[in-house]
T-cell receptor, first 111, second 113 residues
């Protein structure tokens, strides 16, 4: 069973701090990873895609991929209360044209 | 505005009464997919489609049907709904036939009594 694992949290950080969200995956063939943000009662929103080893930065967000360790992370700099949400990690499925989602980490940014 | 739309947004029905949840996208995307989201179980894929007339099972296809007769539409059909299909359903679409970078609709909350 291919899996994407995330700590369910909640991860609590003070406003202005760096939030670090982590994800591990079991499918060694997965090539591409995606981070989604989901506010309570809303649909998932794509915030970052990463296709190769290393870091990818977009504004306050940095995604990191380490294929050797099968590890993906999302850093949120200068966290704001509006960043409080559940963050879903998803990886490409090598067996079929689909994404495998983790169950999400709930982030709370304290004002 | 580029978007994925779903209807209805909320539905309460009874066991065994056939229903259809519609999904439409205006982005000319090749790939469309249906998910259900349940507490503690996360997002699980029901069916997906890589193009018109091409569909395939996801992780939890039992009790569901889909069709893709037009590129923009991908309805989800529950022929005989049961209470264990009570869930939050999302439709998603992607420009990539691989299913990368999927964009989600607003969701349909279904209750089967």
């Amino acid at each position: 069973q291919k899996e994407v694992e995330q700590n369910s949290g909640p991860l609590s950080v003070p406003e202005g701090a760096i939030a670090s969200l982590n994800c591990t995956y079991s499918d060694r063939g997965s090539q591409s990873f995606f981070w989604y943000r989901q506010y309570s009662g809303k649909s998932p929103e794509l915030i970052m895609s990463i296709y190769s080893n290393g870091d990818k930065e977009d504004g306050r967000f940095t995604a990191q991929l380490n294929k050797a360790s099968q590890y993906v992370s999302l850093l949120i700099r200068d966290s704001q209360p509006s960043d409080s949400a559940t963050y879903l990690c998803a990886g490409s499925d090598t067996g079929r044209r689909a994404l495998t989602f983790g169950s999400g980490t709930r982030l709370q940014v304290q004002p | 505005e580029a978007q994925v739309t779903q209807n209805p947004r909320y539905l309460i029905t009874v066991t065994g009464k056939k229903l259809t949840v519609t999904c439409s996208q205006n982005m000319n995307h090749e790939y469309m997919s249906w998910y259900r989201q349940d507490p503690g179980l996360g997002l699980r894929q029901i069916y997906y489609s890589m193009n018109v007339e091409v569909t395939d099972k996801g992780d939890v296809p039992e009790g569901y049907k889909v069709s893709r007769k037009e590129k923009r539409n991908f309805p989800l059909i529950l022929e005989s709904p049961s209470p264990n299909q009570t869930s939050l359903y999302f439709c998603a679409s992607s420009w990539a036939s691989t299913g990368y970078e999927q964009y989600f609709g607003p969701g349909t909350r279904l209750t089967v009594t």
